[in-house]
């Protein structure tokens, strides 16, 4: 008798559409895979569009370690009016005229955002404070203010430059590489307070999380009409540096043990058959397992 096939697991990569919470697709993608196992590598704001990746039944696992990769994004800033929220979808709380301001100037305080830097997070992030959301303190009234995170901002490249000298509000378009955990709202703040007019973001769309980007992505009407997960073995060759074990390594794999084998980083190790296994890590003068997918 053929046993029955286990659940499905991998990765789905999905081009969110806006006005969407992520928590809104993890459910849509629940009802398409058939489980409740579902979760997401960083949270997309309802306004954001892009890559939101999803890791279903054992997949899930590799999530917390794909958030600590790199992130890409294309926004577009509005320069001359601050939010509550740093974003369109907030209240305005300021508004200065940014007619004189030049493009060079612009630019020039774009680049000093740059590098590793401390940046404060916006007040309606998802953050705990006190066991409670800082967005949901913010709704409920309360005067929130979080303590600066060091980020990093691996580039940032400023497109169109619209609006400077005939205009009150200043508009540009930036792609951003950067480190998880950057928020680009907060660039938008920042870069409006480093020119004395304050900012905020208009559109946000994340191209990229690690080596997932909206080439690899689908839509959720794509999804629905064809549902295939990335293999968990494929997720993890993409995401991690990779190495072929032999029967003997696999074996103590599977159990957990360490293996006598040099390793740069967190590595996706797999058994002669192409299985992936787990996730190690040199530890000492051994490599150790992170966690096991076996």
Not at 102 to 118: H, K, M, N, P, Q
Not at 148 to 173: C, F, I, K, M, Q
Request: hydrophobic fraction near 45%.
């Amino acid at each position: 008798m053929t046993a029955e096939p286990g659940p499905v697991s991998g990765l789905v990569v999905v081009d969110k559409p806006g006005g969407m919470t992520s928590h809104d697709v993890v459910s849509r993608v629940r009802r398409l895979a058939g489980t409740r196992k579902v979760g997401h590598a960083g949270t997309l704001d309802p306004m954001a569009t892009g890559v939101l990746v999803l890791g279903i039944n054992r997949a899930t696992r590799l999530l917390g370690h794909l958030m600590l990769t790199e992130k890409g994004y294309d926004a577009t800033i509005r320069l001359g009016v601050a939010t509550t929220t740093d974003d369109a979808e907030g209240e305005v709380t300021a508004t200065v005229a940014a007619d004189g301001l030049d493009e060079a100037t612009v630019r020039a305080a774009a680049a000093e955002l740059v590098g590793d830097i401390l940046q404060v997070p916006t007040a309606v992030s998802a953050i705990k404070v006190d066991g409670k959301r800082a967005y949901q303190r913010v709704r409920d009234g309360e005067e929130v203010e979080l303590k600066a995170r060091p980020v990093t901002v691996h580039e940032l490249t400023v497109h169109e430059v619209r609006g400077v000298s005939t205009s009150s509000t200043t508009e540009l378009d930036i792609s951003v590489r950067c480190s998880s955990g950057t928020y680009i709202r907060a660039i938008a703040r920042d870069l409006g307070a480093r020119l004395g007019v304050g900012g905020h973001l208009t559109a946000l769309r994340r191209t990229a999380v690690g080596p997932y980007d909206l080439a690899s992505a689908h839509t959720l009407d794509e999804l629905a009409e064809e549902f295939t997960p990335m293999p968990i073995a494929e997720a993890a060759r993409a995401a991690f540096a990779a190495v072929e074990l032999d029967n003997a390594q696999a074996a103590d794999v599977r159990v957990g043990r360490a293996l006598a084998i040099d390793l740069e980083g967190l590595t996706a190790v797999f058994a002669p058959d192409g299985e992936f296994l787990a996730l190690y890590e040199p530890r000492g003068d051994a490599a150790k397992a992170v966690a096991v997918f076996v």
